[in-house]
């Protein structure tokens, strides 16, 4: 129960500000929360102490750019399958990101208020989801996923996988719409496209979507409701549209130049790059049926991307952790960082999938920092994750241990004979 105490002894916690290890720590939780960080072990009347054997022990890792909803890397074969099916096959996705270490996920585009509540409640395992219900886009543009040989209109909105993931607005009115029935169904956020994409079937990718004004009248919208707009774009032009329209998330951001970086940081936006999902496209896109369409807009996507780091830093952007994979490539989730990690110090990285993903949600005083007060969302690490991001891989064969809202949710033999 999450109300028992639960007392963490010889750790060595990972200070994801400081970006260092405090060795010989102990960690107190109850009622969900920790409730102390000291060098004195305490024992609670109830519940369990667990020892850590010298490991490291970290906040739990914050995924802002899933797709939870997506089994399949060929996203047209979602017009197929039900809509309860695309749900039951998110149910080993989300298993899988909790494993990983991942306790807290943002979804831009296809879980909804059900899959939230399923998760919170306790029927489905997996990470606390922040969802934008469907993401919106354009007639044509990058989640339309009519073919171009497709005359009729959009599919109903409510029988396929594919009608989770995207509403067609058109016009200030459409968009006005779209945004408030979002909202209307639990959406913690509003995700457009304001860019063309690479799995999208129609749009060029340099294409600028939604007009100025359009993009206004979203972000107006969400503002009302007290959220935030996040935005997919990739080139300089729609990444600057967006953020002269008060978009505060900048999804993937590939081709950001230093004046759009600059405007990015005066706006106190953040970017949140997804490399992990152009590698899986690069080595083994074609090898699953990636169409020859989207691979060749892959291509390069990834150098730029890996540039845009630096752009952004140098910038003072900060940079959130995302990696926007599908179907089959959500198990390497984990490459995210070993692949920022050849642009970004170690610290800088696990920062970025820690407190400042938390920033991003808007939960910082709960999520990705140890401290008194905070959400018990931890995980242990067999080894230093400052000096080996590889530790994130394999599936989470190097996170031993992951406690989520105080709960233990993954156990690989840590707590064998102890209380809990």
């Known amino acids: 129960m999450a109300d028992a105490a639960l007392v963490l002894t010889n750790a060595r916690v990972l200070?994801?500000?400081?970006?260092?290890?405090?060795?010989?720590?102990?960690?107190?939780?109850?009622?969900?929360?920790?409730?102390?960080?000291?060098?004195?072990?305490?024992?609670?009347?109830?519940?369990?102490?667990?020892?850590?054997?010298?490991?490291?022990?970290?906040?739990?890792?914050?995924?802002?750019?899933?797709?939870?909803?997506?089994?399949?890397?060929?996203?047209?074969?979602?017009?197929?399958?039900?809509?309860?099916?695309?749900?039951?096959?998110?149910?080993?996705?989300?298993?899988?990101m909790l494993d990983r270490g991942f306790t807290t996920v943002r979804d831009t585009g296809g879980a909804?208020?059900?899959?939230?509540?399923?998760?919170?409640?306790?029927?489905?395992?997996?990470?606390?989801?922040?969802?934008?219900?469907?993401?919106?886009?354009?007639?044509?543009?990058?989640?339309?996923?009519?073919?171009?040989?497709?005359h009729g209109p959009a599919t109903c909105g409510c029988c396929s996988g594919i009608d989770l993931l995207s509403h067609i607005a058109d016009g200030v009115s459409d968009m006005l719409r779209g945004v408030r029935e979002q909202l209307r169904r639990g959406a913690d956020h509003i995700k457009l496209t304001v860019s063309g994409g690479?799995?999208?079937?129609?749009?060029?990718?340099?294409?600028?979507?939604?007009?100025?004004?359009?993009?206004?009248?979203?972000?107006?919208?969400?503002?009302?409701?007290?959220?935030?707009?996040?935005?997919?774009?990739?080139?300089?032009?729609?990444?600057?549209?967006?953020?002269?329209?008060?978009?505060?998330?900048?999804?993937?951001?590939?081709?950001?130049?230093?004046p759009v970086a600059a405007l990015a940081a005066e706006r106190g936006a953040f970017v949140v790059p997804t490399l992990a999902t152009y590698e899986s496209f690069?080595?083994?896109?074609?090898?699953?049926?990636?169409?020859a369409a989207a691979l060749a807009k892959n291509a390069g996507v990834f150098d730029a991307g890996l540039k845009s780091l630096e752009t952004c830093r140098s910038a003072g952007v900060e940079l959130g952790f995302g990696t926007d994979l599908l179907g089959p490539f959500h198990a390497l989730q984990g490459?995210?960082?070993?692949?920022?990690?050849?642009?970004?110090?170690?610290?800088?990285?696990?920062?970025?999938?820690?407190?400042?993903?938390?920033?991003?949600?808007?939960?910082?005083?709960?999520?990705?920092?140890?401290?008194?007060?905070?959400?018990?969302?931890?995980?242990?690490?067999?080894?230093?994750?400052?000096?080996?991001l590889g530790l994130f891989q394999d599936g989470g064969a190097h996170i031993p241990l992951v406690i989520q809202d105080g709960r233990i949710v993954k156990d690989l033999g840590i707590t064998a004979g102890k209380e809990k």
Not at 34 to 42: A, F, H, K, N, Q
């Open 112 to 150: 909804d208020h059900g899959l939230k509540e399923a998760v919170a409640s306790g029927p489905l395992r997996g990470p606390r989801l922040f969802i934008a219900g469907k993401a919106i886009s354009q007639t044509g543009g990058h989640v339309d996923y009519r073919s171009p040989v497709e």
């Open 335 to 388: 490459r995210e960082f070993l692949i920022r990690g050849q642009a970004m110090p170690a610290a800088d990285v696990i920062r970025s999938a820690t407190i400042v993903n938390a920033r991003l949600l808007r939960r910082e005083n709960d999520l990705g920092r140890i401290a008194p007060g905070m959400i018990a969302d931890l995980i242990l690490v067999d080894g230093n994750p400052l000096d080996d």
């Open 198 to 258: 690479i799995a999208s079937p129609s749009d060029p990718f340099d294409s600028l979507q939604f007009t100025a004004e359009e993009i206004a009248a979203a972000v107006k919208a969400a503002t009302d409701w007290g959220v935030y707009v996040c935005a997919h774009a990739y080139s300089a032009a729609a990444i600057r549209r967006a953020l002269e329209c008060g978009v505060r998330s900048i999804e993937h951001g590939n081709m950001i130049d230093a």
């Open 15 to 96: 200070d994801v500000e400081a970006g260092r290890l405090i060795d010989g720590r102990s960690v107190f939780v109850r009622g969900g929360r920790i409730g102390e960080v000291s060098d004195r072990p305490e024992t609670p009347d109830d519940g369990a102490v667990i020892d850590c054997g010298g490991r490291t022990l970290m906040p739990g890792l914050i995924d802002a750019h899933v797709h939870v909803m997506v089994s399949e890397l060929d996203i047209g074969r979602l017009k197929t399958m039900p809509a309860t099916l695309a749900a039951v096959r998110a149910a080993p996705i989300l298993s899988g």
């Open 282 to 291: 690069d080595q083994h896109g074609a090898e699953y049926g990636m169409a």
